[in-house]
């Protein structure tokens, strides 16, 4: 780039955005890269500050910064993600739509070491909306050594795509609350209900409840009816504790052929339990889901919807961010839990 003072850039072409801001109206480009100045562009750039301007003069093996973010996205982006821009040398990346967000944390790093590139996410694993801006990437400067924009593609190559999103799916689920109090209609169940509307959240149907008193093998003898019956995904609610009526997670753990772990370091969710029964997850949600509005199933049942298989790794992570403060306005996702 060569910098020419405004007067002597009649003609010439610009070699990025100027930014003009109107504080409480406006901010955006004023002037756009590629824009031949004109004469009577002289008394705005010098209203917004501009006593020089740089000349686009690249010489090979050098990459203009809306180039350099284009390849970077390009080679960065994956499923359900939207490319928006370059803008102001900055391209931002959109979910396409809902689901969760996946970051590489690994390949993010790799790109983040190279001097003079930065690439901004949300946290991983978190629930975005369609269109919601999920991240954004540009180089500092105006211009950069191609040989660097390589080094981004070849870590995409090598470590994979950074950012994408992956969808919720609509999943035939079936519940089973147990308890010897609720089966005998002793009490109401107050658990069903308040599944219902969560799982309606993620835009699937409760298709079927049944209930089952504190015995291990009539809560197996329920399992293995919904596994019948074509459910995908099991939730058992209720008996999850170590009082010695609660016989779930002793069902659970009979039926299953992969128990992946009983008790995670996430509060409220303590006591919760993940198993696999024919790749079927069979979930087992503690009390504190039927109090509180957010709980460790609010972090682990949508990664199960976007067709990820739990691992006891997974559920350990959280306890790095596994405290919910219980705000007196929740405001999740955009929190700190399971981050």
Sequence with gaps: MKKVRVEDAVGMVLAHDLTKIIPGKFKGAAFKKGHIIEEKDIIELKSMGKNHVYILEINEGIIHEDDAAIKIAKAASGENIILQGPSEGKINFIAEKRGILKVNERALYKINSIEMIMFATLHNNTIVDKNKSVGGTR????????????????????????????????????????????????????????????????????????????????????????????????????????????????AIKDVADNVIIYGAPVLPGAMFMMAYKNNIPLIG????????????????????????????????????GGYCESCKECRFPSCSFGK
Excluded: W
Aim: proline share 3%.
């Design 139 to 250: 180089i500092i400067p105006l211009t950069i050594e191609k040989e660097k924009i390589d080094e981004v593609e070849n870590i995409c190559k090598e470590y994979g795509k950074v950012i994408s999103v992956k969808e919720f799916k609509s999943c035939k689920v079936g519940l089973i609350v147990t308890g010897t109090e609720v089966y005998e209609k002793r009490i109401t169940d107050k658990f069903g209900p308040v599944l219902k509307n969560k799982i309606s959240e993620y835009q699937c149907t409760l298709d079927i409840i049944k209930y089952a008193r504190d015995d291990k093998e009539a809560i197996k003898n329920v399992i293995e009816d919904l596994i019948d019956e074509g459910c995908e995904i099991i939730l058992l609610s209720g008996g999850m504790s170590v009082d010695a009526d609660d016989v779930t997670p002793s």
């Design 285 to 320: 949600i503690p009390a504190c889901g039927m109090y509180y509005k957010i709980t460790i199933f609010d972090l682990i049942f949508p990664r199960i919807l976007a067709g990820e298989i739990i691992t006891r790794d997974d559920i350990i992570r959280l306890g790095h």
